[in-house]
């Protein structure tokens, strides 16, 4: 501890990049393990004869409470002294929730564990971001970049995981399998040092806290600020409506296996990779916006490519350009945040912004569902549409 202590007490820019690597590889376990769970949720469901409503409802739902939660933990934060014991203490009680997964039977025992456990580790992306920014020796838009190709590369390898896993073990036991896994991100988030930050010093309560970066007009305005989050909503509204059904649109229109299913879907994560290296690099060399504008176009034109999905081939050359747009999406969004929000308030602004995200979530997987028992293929087109729109608006409204 004396070590730590000694790192945090120094100027952010001087510390060693060393000390980011616990925070990377907390989130590189997080998104190769409990961002999978959600492919195995819709696998498990379908195997339960859940309807489709009620498989897109629980994707729904869950983004309903981490609209609610991720701003909320991001102020908290900002006004704690220390970020790591939220977010240390909040993953400890959301990893006991994690293994009822595989008990449920009916659609609330779903519905119930996926908003509590969503609740307490929304906390995740707004601090572990915020964390990492403040302890970058690096430019932010180098660290969000990393931080980003961490995030992807365990998408991706925790997908290939998956593909034989399902060949040989049950939906159930396969995400039991991923639950252990999973506690290596308390593990890496207790070896990280305990970052100081620039502390909000006004005390609010908890409602001011959820919604204080709503009525924070001034910063809002700032460049148009409000116009990225509103497109943001837009991109998330139409890729969680994409993805909400992808698992049974595939096995079930397309005749693909569960295992070929989420080997090709492990072409949207390793297709992000390059796309984070390549639009992080951008990031510094033109406008954040711009990067973001093409991430929401790249992501509209994957969806409809899902549209005229026959085989294989096409199904992969969707998820790459869907991976692609993601890319560039997230890191001209995150780091045109950074850029128009006040330092002392950036766990916050980060969390809107993930809440944004999941507000779009919230909608797009229910009207999924609604579409998609008319047609798949207008279902993935209304929401190509969206995406499109989203990034219009934001090329339109944002200034650089």
């Known amino acids: 501890m004396g070590e730590w202590s000694t790192i945090s007490a120094q100027n952010p820019r001087q510390r060693s990049s060393g000390n980011n690597l616990s925070l990377l590889t907390a989130s590189f376990f997080r998104n190769f393990t409990v961002i999978n769970y959600d492919m195995l949720l819709q696998f498990r469901m379908r195997e339960l004869s859940i309807p489709l409503f009620s498989i897109g409802f629980l994707s729904t739902l869950n983004s309903g409470v981490g609209t609610i939660a991720s701003p909320f933990w991001g102020a908290l934060s900002d006004e704690l002294k220390s970020r ?9 009680i959301s990893a006991v929730l994690l293994p009822l997964y595989p008990l449920a039977r009916r659609s609330y025992h779903f519905f119930l564990i996926g908003a509590v456990f969503t609740f307490l580790s929304s906390v995740f992306e707004p601090v572990c971001t915020a964390m990492l920014i403040d302890s970058s020796p690096r430019k932010t838009y180098l660290a969000l970049t990393q931080m980003n190709v961490f995030n992807s590369l365990g998408l991706g390898l925790g997908r290939i995981l998956l593909s034989p896993l399902l060949n040989v073990l049950s939906v159930s036991w ?13 593990l890496f988030v207790f ?4 970052i100081e ?17 709503l009525t924070a007009k001034k910063i809002l305005k700032k460049n148009n600020l409000w116009a990225m989050y509103l497109g943001s909503f837009l991109r998330q509204f139409g890729i969680g409506g994409t993805f909400a059904l992808i698992a049974v649109y595939l096995t079930e229109n397309v005749g693909l296996t569960r295992g070929q299913t989420v080997l090709l ?10 796309s984070h290296i390549i639009f992080g690099w951008l990031v510094g060399k033109i406008s954040a916006k711009m990067v973001a504008v093409s991430g929401m176009l790249l992501s509209g034109f994957g969806s409809m490519l899902f549209a005229v999905s026959g085989d294989y081939r096409v199904v992969l050359m969707a998820y790459a350009v869907s991976g692609m747009g993601f890319g560039a999406f997230i890191n001209g969004a995150t780091n045109y945040v950074s850029q128009n929000v006040p330092e002392n308030r950036r766990a916050e602004f980060l969390g809107l912004l993930t809440s944004a995200r999941s507000f779009g979530s919230l909608f797009g997987p229910i009207v999924a569902g609604s579409l998609a028992e008319i047609s798949f293929v207008f279902m993935f087109v209304f929401m190509g549409v969206a995406m499109l729109f989203g990034g219009l608006l934001t090329w339109v409204y944002c200034q650089r």
């Open 84 to 92: 790591k014991k939220l977010l240390l203490i909040l993953l400890s």
């Open 174 to 186: 396969a995400m039991s399998s991923l639950y252990l896994l999973s506690l290596l991100v308390i």
């Open 191 to 194: 070896l990280a040092p305990d």
């Open 197 to 213: 930050h620039k502390r909000y010093e006004i005390v609010r309560t908890n409602l001011q806290r959820i919604f204080s970066a």
């Open 265 to 274: 879907a492990s072409a949207n994560p390793f297709l992000q990779i390059p």
